[in-house]
């Protein structure tokens, strides 16, 4: 069955420096969502990739679903302390959503 | 709008005993999902449903059941807790179209201890 892989598990960054998750799959995706959550909350959707090479931005976040739609990554340029949480990608597994095991992001003040 | 609430917050159970987690929209929305995030796990989908009167098995539904008899309420039922389920549950719902390209908006979740 389709396998995703979420890395890193972990990152720590000091505040200002950049940061990318990213997401691989075995199998070709249709889409591809994002999610972010903070400590102690809960998941919300930040963005949802559709198309082969798709870039979308949202401020200081870069989201990227690859030629191939098998990859995605979210990069954040100059992080700040409020990007602090956990980052899920929720790539299409039989017409539901299922999440990967997220990156965890840490930053350093 | 309230969004998704979810009952109650906490709770600690023994082994053996039963409990409904209830979750509640108020968005209209067709589709929704009950899910447990444990540590290093992401979040796994335990059973969803995609309408009133409907309900799905998702990756682990062994150990919990669930009713959807009013569109805005999805209830997950425990009948007998193990320490195995201790977790947090978040309930999750969508509006029309395939949940796969909808967004999907969560409660707050509820953290579930079983001793």
């Known amino acids: 069955g389709q396998q995703v892989m979420q890395i890193p598990q972990y990152q720590h960054v000091q505040e200002g420096e950049d940061f990318t998750t990213y997401c691989n799959s075995s199998?070709?995706?249709?889409?591809i969502q994002w999610y972010k959550q903070r400590p102690g909350g809960h998941p919300v959707f930040l963005i949802q990739l559709v198309k082969s090479g798709e870039v979308k931005k949202q401020k200081r976040l870069t989201f990227q679903f690859g030629e191939a739609k098998k990859n995605s990554s979210l990069h954040i340029t100059a992080t700040q302390t409020t990007d602090v949480g956990t980052y899920f990608c929720a790539p299409n597994r039989d017409d539901k959503i299922i999440f990967g095991k997220g990156t965890r992001l840490h930053i350093l003040p | 709008n309230a969004g998704v609430t979810q009952t109650p917050k906490f709770r600690v159970l023994k082994t053996g005993q039963s409990m409904t987690l209830l979750c509640a929209q108020d968005m209209n929305h067709e589709y929704m999902y009950w899910y447990r995030q444990d540590p290093g796990m992401g979040l796994r989908l335990i059973h969803y449903?995609?309408?009133?009167?409907?309900?799905a098995k998702g990756e682990v539904p062994d150990g919990y059941n669930v009713s959807r008899l009013k569109k805005q309420n999805f209830l997950l039922g425990l009948e007998s807790a193990a320490p195995s389920q201790t977790s947090v549950y978040f309930c999750?719902?969508?509006?029309?179209?395939?949940?796969?390209?909808?967004?999907?908006?969560f409660g707050p979740g509820t953290r579930l201890t079983v001793l």
């Open positions: 449903s995609v309408g009133e009167g409907t309900t």
């Open positions: 199998t070709t995706l249709s889409n």
């Open positions: 999750a719902s969508s509006g029309l179209g395939l949940p796969s390209y909808n967004e999907q908006f």
